[in-house]
């Protein structure tokens, strides 16, 4: 496995458990109190370095080669599921996978982008970065959702918009308003998870929500720690820094109203364990699906409108001026 | 030179052109940037700071665009509001204070009722001089309010993203947030039936062209206005690519079908009145 230079103290421990563990079993001797010690000295070791991660270092677990890409909750997370391919004008966008599944026996309508699990899926999903075709495909589905009345799941985990010659072209900018505009009144139950990286509009285009639900290593703001930093002092190398500044993390994003919930991962990342991260999920997606389920849709658009409508920090110039 | 190869544009690399076009400065006279003729102020004052030899459009504050367009006496601003500071971002406070010192402005945005030609709608003007012309909670909220005016009042809205520069990083998510709530507060005004003129002039970009401005019932631009989401410079870096000829400008924009019509600065005002005329 891939460890991060933070966490070497405690992968190393693990590979000597193991190691240790198959000696004892090749050499049929009992070393069972020196592993037991080991393994307590391991999991306080683990609390200690992945409870304290930094920001930037969560920011490096949502990019982890290892960690589920959305077609891989999609298979995790529901009991069937049926891909719908293309945006009826362009092409199929396979930076963003969609269709309809079963979720505790319901159908839904599931959408979100695709990161490629190696360098070739990569290059064919253009790094989960959507064209603006891909963010019309959203679209269309989530009428689609709307006109059947299906609830809307989107798994979001996109590192921005796609600054490309063709994306600019085609409009990435008119559709990724428009994704966000018509998301905002569609008259359907919407729950959105951020999985990995919430990245600025790329993100927001599937973010617009009733319910909006965070992994404990996720990021989301409205630009990268990478290109802050380049902005901010020409030298993306800086990026830890830049993510400080941010408060994109899911603890902030809760305290600034942003997110409803974080979603906890397995000590070490989602990446360690696929299926216990999905059934976290999954247990999140039934609460929260649950409630906005039940309400009245008229009440639910309005509420989600309401939700946004708040956002905002600012000070009214004549009330200040009093002070 | 294979004559298949004779029809594809022309490559060129395209400087970032955010900051290019030139505040209307305060010596007697300029340079311009298209054609490198120069110019005496005065001339360009007179000229709605256009280049009187190509045509060039220098970029202009929001006050001098309000003079411009609207019917002298009829604008009434809304009531100010300030930027806080929402992530502590180090040295936020600091910027909004020298860019309130050198614009006299409150924020990027100036927001209020107004009449062209005797037509009353709800006007607002992002100012490039003020931080880029940059969202953040300030002109999310002004934009916000227009338009929930307008639909209160049943008026048109027409919004200038002159200098939309993009989102205020400083203010992080909630910079993002606002392009969710703008856009929203679109919807209701164009979900009510009311028209909404956006005229993108220079530049166009970011988190202001991917909310309002792309949703206008008519798009304008001014000619050779940048035009996009992801700026030139980093679509270049991006994608180790010549960048074509023109690329994210107002005649590329609308070549793509991105507009609807470039108008230039001396018809806009004529431009905008005849379509709330029609709009009644
Ligand atoms: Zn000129």
Redesign the interface.
């Known amino acids: 496995m891939q460890a991060f230079e933070w966490e070497k103290p405690v992968v190393d421990l693990e590979e000597r458990i193991r190691e240790l563990k198959q000696y004892c079993a090749q050499a049929q001797m009992d070393f069972s109190e020196e592993i037991e010690s080991l393994e307590r000295k391991a999991s306080a070791l683990r609390r200690e370095i992945y409870e304290n991660l930094t920001p930037f270092q969560r920011v490096l677990m949502a990019r982890h080669p290892k960690r589920p890409t959305t077609l891989d909750y999609i298979g995790l997370l529901f009991d069937d599921f049926v891909e719908l391919h293309g945006d009826r004008t362009y092409r199929d966008d396979g930076a963003i996978v969609g269709g309809i599944a079963l979720f505790e026996g319901q159908p839904v309508t599931v959408i979100g982008p695709q990161k490629g699990r190696d360098t070739k899926e990569n290059i064919a999903r253009n790094f989960g970065l959507p064209h603006p075709e891909g963010y019309r495909k959203a679209l269309r589905l989530m009428k689609q959702a709307e006109k059947f009345g299906r609830p809307i799941i989107t798994l979001i985990d996109v590192v921005g918009?796609?600054?490309?010659?063709e994306?600019?072209?085609?409009?990435?900018?008119?559709m990724?308003?428009?994704c966000?505009?018509?998301m905002?009144?569609l008259r359907t139950p919407i729950l959105s998870v951020i999985t990995g990286e919430g990245g600025?509009?790329g993100a927001?285009a599937l973010g617009?929500a009733d319910r909006i639900l965070m992994l404990e290593n996720a990021w989301?703001?409205?630009?990268s720690p990478e290109?802050?930093a380049t902005?901010l002092w020409r030298d993306s190398s800086r990026a830890a820094e830049a993510a400080e500044?941010?408060?994109?993390t899911p603890m902030d994003?809760l305290k600034?109203g942003?997110i409803d919930d974080v979603i906890t991962e397995p000590l070490g990342g989602a990446h360690r364990d696929h299926e216990f991260t999905s059934r976290q999920i999954r247990s999140f997606i039934k609460r929260y699906l649950a409630v906005i389920r039940r309400m009245d849709v008229n009440q639910l658009v309005e509420e989600r409108?309401a939700r946004?409508?708040r956002?905002?920090?600012?000070?009214?110039?004549?009330s200040?001026s009093l002070l | 030179m294979l004559n298949v190869f004779k029809g594809k544009p022309k490559y060129m690399t395209v400087k970032p052109e955010i900051g290019k076009q030139k505040e209307f400065p305060e010596n007697l006279w300029t340079r311009c940037d298209g054609c490198g003729k120069v110019i005496y102020n005065k001339e360009l004052d007179k000229s709605g700071y256009l280049c009187p030899e190509c045509g060039y459009h220098f970029r202009v504050g929001s006050a001098q665009r309000l003079a411009m367009l609207v019917d002298k006496g009829s604008f009434v601003p809304f009531s100010p509001l300030v930027a806080s500071n929402p992530l502590d971002f180090p040295g936020y406070e600091d910027k909004v204070i020298k860019a309130k010192e050198k614009t006299g402005l409150d924020d990027a945005a100036l927001v209020g009722k107004a009449a062209i030609d005797g037509r009353e709608c709800i006007l607002a003007i992002l100012d490039f001089s003020f931080m880029g012309g940059s969202m953040g909670s300030v002109v999310g909220e002004q934009l916000t309010r227009a338009f929930e005016r307008a639909t209160a009042e049943r008026l048109p809205v027409v919004v200038f993203s002159g200098g939309g520069g993009g989102a205020r990083m400083q203010e992080g998510i909630f910079s993002l947030m606002q392009m969710a709530k703008t856009a929203q507060a679109v919807g209701k005004h164009s979900r009510a039936g009311l028209l909404f003129i956006s005229v993108l002039t220079h530049p166009t970009m970011g988190g202001v062209y991917a909310s309002f401005a792309s949703l206008g019932d008519i798009i304008l631009a001014e000619p050779g206005a940048l035009i996009g989401f992801a700026g030139p410079r980093i679509v270049e870096e991006t994608t180790r690519q010549k960048l074509p000829s023109g690329f994210q400008t107002a005649e590329y924009a609308l070549e793509h079908g991105m507009l609807d019509a470039i108008v230039p600065r001396p018809q806009m005002a004529q431009y905008v009145s005849r379509l709330l005329a029609w709009h009644r």
């Open positions: 918009a796609y600054p490309g010659i994306a600019e072209e085609r409009g990435q900018g008119l990724i308003a428009q966000v505009e018509e905002s009144f600025s509009g927001l617009v989301y703001s409205v630009i290109m802050c902005i500044l941010l408060r994109l994003l600034f942003i409108l946004f409508r956002i905002g920090r600012f000070h009214d110039k004549s200040q």
